[in-house]
């Protein structure tokens, strides 16, 4: 990966939801490759423990306060971007929203039971019993916001015929591994469908789109679920998952990098998933 890192010396990189977890992984990641760097988040607390990570790594930093699913919000960042690097060459349309509520941790929990327990088929009853709210809320961030995102990174890729466009989706979205949480599976799996749509549209343009579809991330959230869930409940997830660990977040950010550089990959949904999805 060292030779791609060099490549991205004098690039500039915008990584949405970099406050904390995978997404400050990335940015950090992408800043010890030589780019200059981006951020955004709503939480600015932890933007600024990346912000401060980033340049500790070398790189010039942008931190912003944006909401991802208000257009408005996302056309004033591009601006604030435009006005301090003059450009931008790497989009990572990282900002989403997990599933990770105690409702949530509830219908997760059943769900591995139900997956790894000699049990009476039956439905799980998770569709029937969401709400409007829960299921609008999901799209706004996690399908409107990487619109908004990838709308206005083309519009300054497009004329000066260079770009990368990373977007994070999920195994959720490619596989049933996530019925529990039928918001996010079909928000990830819009995410795969608009990278492979937009990627044969702009890749004329030297603009290459590609996603990338992580299983479990080893984030604060994932070791507190294990601790939460006990000894029964991890081991019903590990029957699920062959490589028996969760990625690190150093390891999906390697690969983000990867994506950001030069390569001959176009629409590709590329899934680091430990064999959870074969």
């Given at each position: ?135 609008h809320r999901y799209w ?94 991890c081991n019903q997830f ?41």
């Amino acid at each position: 990966m060292q030779s791609q890192r060099q490549n991205l010396a004098g690039r500039v990189a915008l990584v949405t939801g970099a406050g904390r977890g995978m997404g400050g992984a990335i940015a950090i990641d992408l800043a010890r490759a030589g780019a200059s760097v981006a951020i955004c988040d709503i939480d600015m607390p932890a933007l600024e423990e990346t912000r401060a990570a980033v340049e500790a790594a070398g790189a010039r930093c942008l931190a912003l306060r944006c909401d991802v699913s208000s257009s408005s919000e996302v056309a004033n960042m591009f601006s604030r971007i435009v006005e301090r690097f003059g450009t931008l060459h790497i989009l990572v349309n990282n900002a989403a929203l997990v599933p990770n509520s105690p409702v949530d941790t509830g219908r997760r929990n059943r769900h591995y039971a139900y997956m790894t327990t000699p049990v009476p088929r039956q439905s799980l009853g998770f569709t029937s019993a969401m709400s409007d709210e829960e299921w609008h809320r999901y799209w706004d961030v996690n399908v409107h916001g990487l619109f908004y995102c990838t709308r206005e990174a083309l519009r300054l890729m497009e004329p000066q015929r260079d770009g990368r466009i990373i977007n994070i989706a999920s195994i959720a979205g490619i596989s049933a591994m996530s019925a529990h949480s039928p918001h996010y599976s079909a928000t990830k799996g819009a995410v795969v469908a608009f990278t492979r749509s937009v990627a044969a549209e702009v890749a004329g343009a030297n603009i290459f789109v590609n996603a990338m579809a992580p299983g479990g991330v080893a984030t604060p959230e994932f070791t507190n679920y294990f601790e939460a869930a006990g000894e029964e409940k991890c081991n019903q997830f590990w029957q699920l998952c062959p490589a028996g660990r969760l990625g690190t977040m150093e390891e999906y950010a390697s690969m983000v990098t990867y994506l950001a550089g030069d390569h001959y990959l176009v629409g590709q949904i590329i899934s680091p998933n430990g064999g959870a999805v074969i």
